[in-house]
T-cell receptor
Framework: GQSLEQPSEVTAVEGAIVQINCTYQ??????LSWYQQHDGGAPTFLSY????GLEETGRFSSFLSRSDSYGYLLLQELQMKDSASYFC????????????FGQGTELSVKP | DSGVTQTPKHLITATGQRVTLRCSPR?????VYWYQQSLDQGLQFLIQ???????AKGNILERFSAQQFPDLHSELNLSSLELGDSALYFC??????????????FGPGTRLTVT
């Protein structure tokens, strides 16, 4: 099977940088995605890593290391609106584009 | 707005009852996924349909079933409801099997409360 672990909560101040880690166990996957969810709303796609290394999308970057079974989401220049839950998710081999999600990290941005 | 629609937005029902949740994918998407999110929990994958056929299955209870119709909308049927079935149910769609199938578009969800 597959499993992902994330910290349950992270707190940071406005303007700072925060890193949300994700470790995983799986027998095979295409890549690691990140999603954002505000307070029970629809999750929205943020980033995807198919290969090892860093992917940058504006203030958000995501990193993957397959050898370490580890990834992270980096949020820079934090804004109050970044307060939300962040989920990492594995895109599983040969299973129709199936995503397996972690339990999520609740990020609180303080002024 | 993701382009994925779900109805109803809220549903309150009693234990033992049966409900149907409905989802319409984004225009052009052939794949539909159903997820359950309980209070303070992650998104649990239930089932996926691609072009009318079941493609992948998660830890979906036998009391739950789904289907995708020729117009690509999908329905999730939940029967013999229990208090523990109270949750947010999300539908998502993607371009699978084409590229960027790692990006799923989620609907606004149906909040089910079983009393």
């Amino acid at each position: 099977g597959q499993s992902l672990e994330q910290p349950s909560e992270v707190t940071a101040v406005e303007g700072a940088i925060v890193q949300i880690n994700c470790t995983y166990q799986t027998s095979g996957f295409y890549g690691l995605s990140w999603y954002q969810q505000h307070d029970g709303g629809a999750p929205t796609f943020l980033s995807y890593n198919a290969l090892d290394g860093l992917e940058e999308t504006g203030r958000f970057s995501s990193f993957l290391s397959r050898s370490d079974s580890y990834g992270y989401l980096l949020l820079q220049e934090l804004q109050m609106k970044d307060s939300a839950s962040y989920f990492c998710a594995l895109l599983i081999y040969n299973q129709g584009g199936k995503l397996i999600f972690g339990q999520g990290t609740e990020l609180s941005v303080k002024p | 707005d993701s382009g994925v629609t779900q109805t109803p937005k809220h549903l309150i029902t009693a234990t033992g009852q049966r409900v149907t949740l409905r989802c319409s994918p984004r225009s052009g998407d052939l794949s539909v996924y159903w997820y359950q999110q309980s209070l303070d929990q992650g998104l649990q994958f239930l089932i996926q349909y691609y072009n009318g056929e079941e493609r992948a299955k998660g830890n979906i209870l036998e009391r739950f079933s789904a289907q995708q119709f020729p117009d690509l909308h999908s329905e999730l049927n939940l029967s013999s409801l229990e208090l523990g079935d109270s949750a947010l149910y999300f539908c998502a769609s993607s371009v699978y099997p084409k590229g960027r199938n790692y990006e799923q578009y989620f609907g606004p969800g149906t909040r089910l409360t079983v009393t």
